[in-house]
């Protein structure tokens, strides 16, 4: 990894071994000027020093200074004085599509949004494999999808949830986003009449569902990294700049009520439920912090998000998908 500054408004870090990607952070308050963002911004965006500075609770990268600066005075509209997080800006520069490795991609331990396009997507969701969770309206074959729709599909995966899934029972996709790294969002998730998306159909989320995912995206404390595909920024509208922000500003609130649940104290419900497939009684937990459930994994004894939904089919003989994937990984 290489870090130098240069002649310009920002530092360079490169941020991958094999390509010519690399992000440039904002790093000096004249620049912040510059940009001419939002002054409603100003007490949530720290200054890099260098890449492992532990300053920001959140670094953003969008693939242009455009994207940047419309996403950021868009988020400004809103209501900030709740939020007591601390961005950190970055534009991702000489990007080659045909030469993208995110997997050389270097992850810090402050958690990554990131603003990009549909072949930087399939990069990181490859990058992240089965620890990867996809919002889209169309299921990806070989990870979990949520809010899919099957008049779009001709391939599906154990596992995903589909639109109809999902709106009859959130907490299928609620314990599959507490089991993610790497969340992927296709803006095509949400209805077109919501999002403003060319990319969309009349079907799909709803902008107040799709808020919803967000939030409990930020209120997950396994994911560090967010992806936004909003495949082709540069012909962007207001009205879709004005929809990421209002999903980002539900994604804070949640970071900002992130609690993790304490899956040892002594108030949580503790059920112990026998089914043909395991030898001994499988334990699932529902916790009294904030009543998500959970269960032990009877192999590997790992603590395991699930959903109630999951709990009730092994107690009917049912093994859940939650189970299956696990089990057969």
Not at 49 to 63: C, G, I, P, T
Not at 92 to 106: K, M, R, S, W
Not at 274 to 284: C, G, I, K, L
Request: net charge negative; hydrophobic share 40%; with cysteine.
């Amino acid at each position: 990894m290489l870090l130098f500054s240069v002649n310009s408004i920002f530092d360079t870090i490169y941020i991958t071994k094999y390509t010519n990607m690399k992000i440039l952070w904002l790093e000096r308050k004249i620049d912040l000027e510059d940009l001419k963002l939002a002054e409603s911004l100003y007490p949530h965006i720290s200054l890099a020093k260098n890449l492992r500075s532990k300053e920001a609770d959140m670094n953003l990268v969008f693939n242009s200074r455009k994207s940047l600066v419309t996403f950021m005075n868009n988020l400004g509209r809103f209501n900030m004085d709740f939020n007591k997080l601390q961005f950190q800006l970055g534009i991702a520069e000489a990007y080659n599509p045909t030469d993208f490795h995110p997997e050389n991609l270097i992850i810090t331990e402050t958690p990554l949004v990131f603003f990009g396009d549909e072949e930087q997507m399939r990069g990181f969701t490859k990058m992240f494999g089965q620890k990867a969770a996809i919002i889209s309206n169309t299921c990806k074959k070989n990870f979990r999808t949520i809010a899919y729709q099957r008049h779009l599909c001709d391939q599906l995966h154990l596992g995903s949830v589909s639109l109809g899934e999902f709106k009859q029972d959130f907490g299928r996709a609620e314990s599959t986003l507490r089991n993610a790294h790497g969340i992927m969002f296709e803006m095509n998730a949400i209805r077109k009449q919501d999002s403003y998306f060319r990319q969309s159909a009349i079907t799909g989320l709803d902008i107040y569902e799709a808020c919803n995912i967000l939030r409990y995206c930020g209120l997950s404390t396994e994911h560090f990294f967010l992806f936004f595909n909003l495949f082709d920024d540069d012909n962007l509208l207001g009205e879709n700049w004005e929809c990421l922000a209002l999903l980002f500003w539900y994604y804070l609130e949640g970071k900002n009520q992130a609690e993790l649940d304490n899956i040892d104290h002594e108030e949580n419900n503790v059920y112990m439920v026998e089914n043909n497939f395991f030898a001994e009684p499988v334990s699932f937990i529902q916790t009294c912090q904030t009543k998500r459930w959970w269960f032990i994994h009877p192999e590997t004894k790992e603590k395991v998000p699930c959903s109630e939904q999951d709990y009730n089919a092994f107690r009917e003989g049912v093994l859940p998908d939650i189970l299956v994937s696990i089990t057969a990984g």
